[in-house]
Every structure is written in structure tokens, then in C-alpha cells.
């Protein structure tokens, strides 16, 4: 049961209360939904993905570790902004046009510059959110861009992924410098997420002589990640943690903002704005794809499991939540991993949750909202930072690492032709190899030179929808 004051309840079949405020529903914790003990207990631990950013923030911007986790939590506590305005989300990175954007931040050979072009590709992000979530144009957008396009997206990222420094380059700090942490971890969270035998075994109520299995499968890319740090400081590949005296930490906002924000630099120069316009569309698509999902698993949840509850799924203010956040957080504390509207795997988790029934989590709100407020505090939080800061480099190479293997999956489902195959692995390629703006380019140029207009006209939610949740673990 959820841990909610009297104006939080709410009779079967009714909506969490709220404020009215136009698009927006204002929802406090304890006076508009309840605090979820497991979801909190998870925060703790998952935390340490959003950490994750911090290394690529000191490799890509030479930043200081306390400032890298000064902009870590200003964008976790922006993620508050989604239960606290009325979404029922557990929002995460655009995590597929991380290696993208890493690629084209080191294309800028100063580190002004690269801070600058983050914040031009994080606040034309915001922008775009903004206008397509005020006009309503956001599903218009992606329904013409041709699947070739959105396989080739999905098919660059992980590939750069995979083959980025962080995984597998032989010069990078990935498999090459964490080789049993990475493999062992790396393993065992393909195995459970996407293994054909015991995924499928599970689904049907096969596995009663594994539950502790079925329960970690539960808590998606988390066990993986847990496993391989705990090889890692087994093996030595990890040093152990190193308390720090203190039990919450500062943030050095000042710092942060006169070095790495407009306030300090001012703002990028026309050049910069214009190279990363492409990126910013890149991010778009990738993050509708995610929008879609999540709002599919919870609509789905709500009408099958818990009629209990009147959901209310309004994609433009979610699309107005997320340009906030990303205007936000790119004037002031740019963010490498970009705010995406939905962390797939974790909104998967806390669903499965929440279709068990109103004893086991009183509303999807709560148990999102309790998650979200924890994630944040927990970075705040100094001896959970301690225990989990040496264990960074293997968090973000076993999360490219899922994620790699995630676009890939999805993108091979996205394209039915040989045509459409070839044009999302040459469009793929580019982006890859050659940044955002060249894959865009190749592929709108080859799909109306071999598919001609009907690649560019819109086709049903069904068609989207499916591709994306096949290549999703589900936990029903």
C-alpha cells in the first residue's frame, strides 16, 4: 500500500486528484498520490544508470566529477517535472543518440565548442518539443519520415554504440580495460531480457522452479549492471569504494553554470546552431519512438489490469513537459544523454507492478512519481554516490552495450523489403560514420530515388507500434 494523505484517495474507477492548471495537472507526493516503498527501494540502486553520463561528461568536456554530478542531478530532479504536472511517466535519456551525440560533440575540437554545440542540440531539442507539442504536428512529423529512415536511425545508433569506446574499441575504456566485468554482466542481462528460451518460458508461467530469475528479469537492464560491477570488484578490474565524510552532497551550481552553461559562455555562435539542427531531429525521432512505446504498455495495462483507475495519456502536454526540461536544462546544466519523454525499461517494470493490482500500487502516479523523487534525492545522497562512483565506467558500457543490442533489434523489425533493408543499413552506415546531417541526407535522398512518395506518407499507429514492442522484453 502507498503511504498518501486523505486528500490523496481516490474511489475505483475515479483519477488521482489534482490542480487544474491548462494542459497541466498538478500533483504533489502524499497530498495527490502516495509513496511506493519497492519503487524507492529501486531508486536506490538504479540511480547509478543516471550516473552513468558522468564518465562520458569528463571524457567528451574534461569536467570534474562534482560538476558532472551537479548537472546529473539538476536533470533528475527535471524529471520531477512529469508527476508533478500530471504525466504518469518514468522518463529517462534519448539513450539510442547517446553514441550520436558523442560523435558529434568530438567532431568540435575545443572543449567550448563541444559544451556550446551540446547546449545548441538541447535547447533545439526543447524547441521542437515545444512547437510540436503546442501545434499537435508531433505524430504528423514521424508519420512521414519512412521507416527506411527511422531503421537507419535506429540502426547507426547501435552500431556506434557497440563499436564505440565505450564497448568494444580497442582503444576505448570499454571491454578492453573491463573485459570479465563487461562480459559476464553484459551476458547475463542479454540473457534475461532477451534469451528466445526463457523469455518465452516465461511469458506461458513455465518457470516456477526460477523465480528469483523471473524476478530480476523484472527489473530490466538493473541485475546486468549489478552483476558486472560486482565482478568487477571481485576481479580487481573495479577499485572499491572510497567514503567520503559527509552524508549529502553540495551541488557546485555556481561552478557548473560559469563554465559550462550560457551564462558563463553565451550563446553558440550561428555556425554551431546550424550543425546541430540535424542532430536535434535525429534525437526527435528517436525519443517519439520511445513516446509511443511507453504510452502503448500503459494504455494497455490500465484497460486490461486496472479499470480501477481513469488514466488520461495527453501526448502534447508530454511533449510540452519535455521541451521544457530540455530548454531548461540546455541554457543552464547541459546533459550528454539529451531528456527523452520515457526510460523504456524502467516504465515496463513499474507497469508490470501496477497491473497486479490497487494493493500492490495504489496509482501508476505513485509509483512513477515515488521512483522519480528517489532516483533524485538518491544522487544527492553521499554515501550511496561513494559505494557507486567507481563503478560508473562499467554502468554506461553494459547500458550502450543493452542499448546497442535494443536499436539494432528494433530496427531489423522496423523494414519489411529488401529495399527498405538496404536503405536503413546504407542510411545506418552514414549516420554512423559520418554524423547525423549525412545519414538524414542519404536516406531521404535513396528513399525517393528507389521507393519514390509513398515512402513518405503516413502509415497506422498499429504499424508503428507493433515493430517497436516486438523488440521490447515483456514481463507479462
Same mark, same amino acid.
Given at each position: 500500500?502507498?503511504?498518501?494523505?486523505?486528500?490523496?484517495?481516490?474511489?475505483?474507477?475515479?483519477?488521482?486528484?489534482?490542480?487544474?492548471?491548462?494542459?497541466?495537472?498538478?500533483?504533489?507526493?502524499?497530498?495527490?498520490?502516495?509513496?511506493?516503498?519497492?519503487?524507492?527501494?529501486?531508486?536506490?540502486?538504479?540511480?547509478?544508470?543516471?550516473?552513468?553520463?558522468?564518465?562520458?561528461?569528463?571524457?567528451?568536456?574534461?569536467?570534474?566529477?562534482?560538476?558532472?554530478?551537479?548537472?546529473?542531478?539538476?536533470?533528475?530532479?527535471?524529471?520531477?517535472?512529469?508527476?508533478?504536472?500530471?504525466?504518469?511517466?518514468?522518463?529517462?535519456?534519448?539513450?539510442?543518440?547517446?553514441?550520436?551525440?558523442?560523435?558529434?560533440?568530438?567532431?568540435?575540437?575545443?572543449?567550448?565548442?563541444?559544451?556550446?554545440?551540446?547546449?545548441?542540440?538541447?535547447?533545439?531539442?526543447?524547441?521542437?518539443?515545444?512547437?510540436?507539442?503546442?501545434?499537435?504536428?508531433? #505524430?504528423? =512529423?514521424?508519420?512521414?519520415?519512412?521507416?527506411? *529512415?527511422?531503421? +537507419? $536511425?535506429?540502426? @547507426?545508433?547501435? %552500431?556506434?554504440? !557497440?563499436?564505440?569506446?565505450?564497448?568494444?574499441?580497442?582503444?576505448?575504456?570499454?571491454?578492453?580495460?573491463?573485459?570479465?566485468?563487461?562480459?559476464?554482466?553484459?551476458?547475463?542481462?542479454?540473457?534475461?531480457?532477451?534469451?528466445?528460451?526463457?523469455?518465452?518460458?516465461?511469458?506461458?508461467?513455465?518457470?516456477?522452479?526460477? #523465480?528469483? =530469475?523471473?524476478?530480476?528479469?523484472?527489473?530490466? *537492464?538493473?541485475? +546486468? $549492471?549489478?552483476? @558486472?560491477?560486482? %565482478?568487477?570488484? !571481485?576481479?580487481?578490474?573495479?577499485?572499491?569504494?572510497?567514503?567520503?565524510?559527509?552524508?549529502?552532497?553540495?551541488?557546485?551550481?555556481?561552478?557548473?553554470?560559469?563554465?559550462?552553461?550560457?551564462?558563463?559562455?553565451?550563446?553558440?555562435?550561428?555556425?554551431?546552431?546550424?550543425?546541430?539542427?540535424?542532430?536535434?531531429?535525429?534525437?526527435?525521432?528517436?525519443?517519439?519512438?520511445?513516446?509511443?512505446?511507453?504510452?502503448?504498455?500503459?494504455?494497455?495495462?490500465?484497460?486490461?489490469?486496472?479499470?480501477?483507475?481513469?488514466?488520461?495519456?495527453?501526448?502534447?502536454?508530454?511533449?510540452?513537459?519535455?521541451?521544457?526540461?530540455?530548454?531548461?536544462?540546455?541554457?543552464?546544466?547541459?546533459?550528454?544523454?539529451?531528456?527523452?519523454?520515457?526510460?523504456?525499461?524502467?516504465?515496463?517494470?513499474?507497469?508490470?507492478?501496477?497491473?497486479?493490482?490497487?494493493?500492490?500500487?495504489?496509482?501508476?502516479?505513485?509509483?512513477?512519481?515515488?521512483?522519480?523523487?528517489?532516483?533524485?534525492?538518491?544522487?544527492?545522497?553521499?554515501?550511496?554516490?561513494?559505494?557507486?562512483?567507481?563503478?560508473?565506467?562499467?554502468?554506461?558500457?553494459?547500458?550502450?552495450?543493452?542499448?546497442?543490442?535494443?536499436?539494432?533489434?528494433?530496427?531489423?523489425?522496423?523494414?519489411?523489403?529488401?529495399?527498405?533493408?538496404?536503405?536503413?543499413?546504407?542510411?545506418?552506415?552514414?549516420?554512423?560514420?559520418?554524423?547525423?546531417?549525412?545519414?538524414?541526407?542519404?536516406?531521404?535522398?535513396?528513399?525517393?530515388?528507389?521507393?519514390?512518395?509513398?515512402?513518405?506518407?503516413?502509415?497506422?499507429?498499429?504499424?508503428?507500434?507493433?515493430?517497436?514492442?516486438?523488440?521490447?522484453?515483456?514481463?507479462?
Amino acid at each position: 500500500m502507498a503511504l498518501l494523505l486523505p486528500s490523496a484517495r481516490r474511489k475505483d474507477g475515479e483519477e488521482v486528484p489534482y490542480i487544474p492548471c491548462g494542459i497541466f495537472k498538478i500533483r504533489l507526493p502524499f497530498f495527490h498520490w502516495g509513496i511506493e516503498t519497492s519503487e524507492v527501494i529501486q531508486a536506490m540502486v538504479m540511480f547509478v544508470t543516471a550516473m552513468g553520463i558522468i564518465q562520458v561528461m569528463k571524457d567528451v568536456f574534461n569536467m570534474p566529477f562534482e560538476i558532472a554530478l551537479t548537472i546529473v542531478v539538476f536533470h533528475e530532479l527535471m524529471y520531477c517535472l512529469h508527476q508533478l504536472l500530471g504525466d504518469p511517466f518514468v522518463p529517462g535519456w534519448i539513450t539510442p543518440a547517446l553514441p550520436l551525440m558523442i560523435a558529434f560533440l568530438m567532431s568540435f575540437t575545443s572543449v567550448a565548442n563541444r559544451v556550446e554545440a551540446l547546449i545548441a542540440v538541447q535547447v533545439l531539442l526543447g524547441i521542437l518539443y515545444l512547437f510540436l507539442g503546442l501545434t499537435g504536428l508531433a #505524430k504528423k =512529423l514521424i508519420d512521414i519520415t519512412p521507416k527506411a *529512415i527511422q531503421s +537507419g $536511425i535506429l540502426l @547507426g545508433a547501435g %552500431v556506434s554504440a !557497440i563499436m564505440g569506446q565505450y564497448v568494444f574499441d580497442p582503444e576505448g575504456t570499454g571491454i578492453t580495460t573491463y573485459p570479465i566485468s563487461i562480459i559476464v554482466g553484459g551476458l547475463f542481462a542479454l540473457y534475461l531480457l532477451y534469451s528466445k528460451g526463457f523469455t518465452e518460458k516465461m511469458r506461458r508461467g513455465e518457470l516456477d522452479g526460477k #523465480k528469483f =530469475l523471473v524476478t530480476l528479469a523484472n527489473y530490466g *537492464i538493473m541485475p +546486468g $549492471i549489478a552483476v @558486472g560491477v560486482i %565482478v568487477g570488484w !571481485i576481479s580487481g578490474e573495479l577499485p572499491l569504494p572510497v567514503m567520503e565524510p559527509g552524508l549529502i552532497f553540495m551541488p557546485w551550481f555556481s561552478e557548473s553554470l560559469r563554465n559550462y552553461s550560457v551564462v558563463g559562455l553565451g550563446f553558440p555562435s550561428a555556425e554551431i546552431w546550424m550543425k546541430a539542427i540535424p542532430m536535434a531531429l535525429v534525437a526527435y525521432i528517436i525519443a517519439f519512438g520511445n513516446m509511443i512505446l511507453g504510452q502503448t504498455v500503459l494504455q494497455v495495462a490500465n484497460k486490461k489490469y486496472r479499470p480501477d483507475e481513469k488514466l488520461e495519456n495527453n501526448p502534447n502536454r508530454l511533449n510540452v513537459i519535455c521541451g521544457i526540461r530540455n530548454v531548461l536544462e540546455g541554457l543552464f546544466f547541459p546533459h550528454a544523454g539529451l531528456g527523452g519523454p520515457i526510460w523504456a525499461a524502467m516504465q515496463v517494470t513499474v507497469t508490470e507492478r501496477y497491473k497486479h493490482g490497487r494493493k500492490a500500487m495504489d496509482s501508476i502516479h505513485s509509483g512513477a512519481g515515488s521512483f522519480n523523487y528517489m532516483k533524485f534525492l538518491s544522487c544527492l545522497i553521499l554515501p550511496l554516490v561513494c559505494i557507486f562512483k567507481p563503478a560508473l565506467p562499467i554502468a554506461l558500457s553494459l547500458t550502450l552495450l543493452i542499448q546497442g543490442f535494443a536499436c539494432v533489434y528494433i530496427a531489423m523489425n522496423l523494414v519489411h523489403s529488401n529495399v527498405e533493408r538496404g536503405i536503413a543499413g546504407v542510411c545506418g552506415g552514414a549516420l554512423a560514420v559520418s554524423g547525423a546531417a549525412m545519414g538524414l541526407v542519404v536516406g531521404i535522398v535513396l528513399c525517393f530515388l528507389l521507393i519514390g512518395r509513398e515512402a513518405f506518407k503516413p502509415e497506422d499507429d498499429e504499424e508503428i507500434i507493433k515493430p517497436v514492442a516486438a523488440a521490447e522484453p515483456t514481463k507479462s
